[in-house]
């Protein structure tokens, strides 16, 4: 985070929002490595058991392997509901199609 590295942390902003926006940035991510180099349709959608996936997983290595074999990691129960929090908003809000007008 750029503002640790400043030494200008700003605590809800490192703590948690981080958190709900980790999913949808790396979801985005997948959906559009989906749309353009798999599938080649604006109109693909991550499934809910991908995003569920994407979640679980996340949540598995930064909140139980990582806290495990590095004292540089916690784990925290709030950042992983926090995961879900964010899943939930890509799968509802963002994992639409791309629908262009034709003229």
């Known amino acids: 985070m ?5 030494h200008h942390p700003v605590p809800l902003f490192n703590g948690y929002i981080d ?18 180099v798999i599938i080649r349709s604006d109109y693909y ?13 996340l949540a598995l290595v930064f909140e139980v ?3 495990m074999v590095s004292k540089k990691y916690t784990g925290d129960w709030i ?15 963002m994992n639409k199609p791309i629908l ?3 003229h």
């Open 45 to 57: 959608v991550l499934s809910a058991g991908k995003v569920t996936f994407i979640v679980v997983y």
């Open 19 to 36: 958190d709900v926006f980790a999913i949808p940035v790396i979801a985005s991510l997948a959906l559009c490595f989906q749309r353009v």
């Open 65 to 67: 392997f990582l806290p």
């Open 79 to 93: 950042d992983a509901g926090l995961y879900a929090v964010g899943g939930l908003f890509f799968y509802w809000v």
């Open 100 to 102: 262009t007008k034709k």
């Open 2 to 6: 750029i503002t640790r590295r400043l």
